[in-house]
Nanobody, 123 residues
Framework: QVQLVESGGGSVQAGGSLRLSCVLS????????MAWFRQAPGNEREAVAH????????YYTDSVKGRFTISRDNAKNTLLLQMNSLKPEDTAMYYC????????????????WGQGTQVTVSS
């Protein structure tokens, strides 16, 4: 059974940093996509960043480019999201997701989800 478990959320002031982690366990394939999504109350779930194990450049939504970095620790089956220069508009529930295919910015394409971790940025 595939499981995704996130950690690392919290509350910070604007300009601060947080690092989110997501541990993937259970069945996996050699190539797959892992992503971070976020959803604020009243908003659509949006793709923040994604990375494909088969190679290629990671994707970032425009609003986080230059501030967030997605990476994988293959030995630990862990997905990371380093978030720097946080802004109040980054406040949301952040979700880790995986799909056994190419990446997509459409959350409907993902089969597996973590429980979410809250990120709150105060001004």
């Amino acid at each position: 059974q595939v499981q995704l478990v996130e950690s690392g959320g919290g509350s910070v002031q604007a300009g601060g940093s947080l690092r989110l982690s997501c541990v993937l366990s259970g069945y996996t394939r050699r190539t797959y996509c892992m992503a971070w999504f976020r959803q604020a109350p009243g908003n659509e779930r949006e793709a923040v960043a994604h990375i494909y194990t088969g190679g290629g450049r990671p994707y970032y939504t425009d609003s986080v480019k230059g501030r967030f970095t997605i990476s994988r620790d293959n030995a630990k089956n862990t997905l990371l999201l380093q978030m720097n220069s946080l802004k109040p508009e980054d406040t949301a529930m952040y979700y880790c997701a995986a799909v056994w295919s190419l990446c997509s910015t459409d959350w409907h394409a993902y089969n597996y989800w973590g429980q979410g971790t809250q990120v709150t940025v105060s001004s």
